[in-house]
């Protein structure tokens, strides 16, 4: 059976934005979904993340897809430096891999994003890369975005108008992401 796991961002949760929603699809086509609730923003760093993360790591496989938002994407980036074996697919909406610019978001992102990533041992642990981004996202500028593409070697999708694909962007279910993790899986 394939899985997915679904990762949140800074001061998120697994029960905001389009989350819930792509949780139930994907059990729909009988996925086995997991979305852990890491610590944020108090107890953030990429340590406590890492120790929280222990008990669902041993679900990911070649069958598994994860999926990340925000943050998201640089933790599953150190994921995937560590990783024994490889997964099919990660799938980033807004992600990042350098500081923002922003002292509350840069402060409690400092221990994700704060060295270089190995970026030849993450394309070995995983086979696909999809990015989602925004033409107006008022928190991950697109040059952020445009750096981690070019490390992966993908393109970006960028959707108009679609602010931090969250609740304020009017971001509670996200169809193109589901279409693009239905031609995956």
């Not at 059976?1 to 819930?20: D, K």
């Not at 993360?53 to 150190?78: C, M, Q, T, V, W």
């Not at 500081?99 to 270089?116: A, M, R, S, Y």
């Amino acid at each position: 059976m394939a899985n997915a796991t679904i990762i949140h961002g800074s001061y998120g949760s697994p029960n905001e934005n389009w989350i819930p929603w792509l949780k139930n699809e994907l059990e729909k086509l009988n996925f086995k979904v997991f979305v852990p609730k890491f610590p944020t923003p108090v107890g953030q760093s990429l340590e406590a993340w890492e120790k929280f993360f222990k008990k669902y790591e041993k679900s990911l496989d070649e069958n598994s897809i994860i999926i990340g938002h925000s943050l998201g994407p640089a933790f599953i980036l150190r994921i995937l430096e560590k990783s024994k074996k490889p997964i099919k697919a990660a799938f980033f909406v807004s992600g990042f891999v350098d500081f923002l610019g922003l002292p509350e978001f840069d402060e409690i992102n400092k221990t994700f994003v704060g060295k270089e990533f190995d970026w030849n041992k993450i394309k070995q642990n995983c086979k696909k890369f999809i990015l989602f981004h925004s033409d107006n996202d008022p928190y991950v500028p697109i040059e952020n975005a445009k750096r981690l593409a070019k490390a992966l070697g993908v393109e970006i999708i960028i959707i108009k108008n679609a602010g931090h694909f969250n609740k304020a962007a009017g971001y509670l279910k996200f169809e193109e992401l589901l279409e693009k993790i239905k031609e995956t899986a």
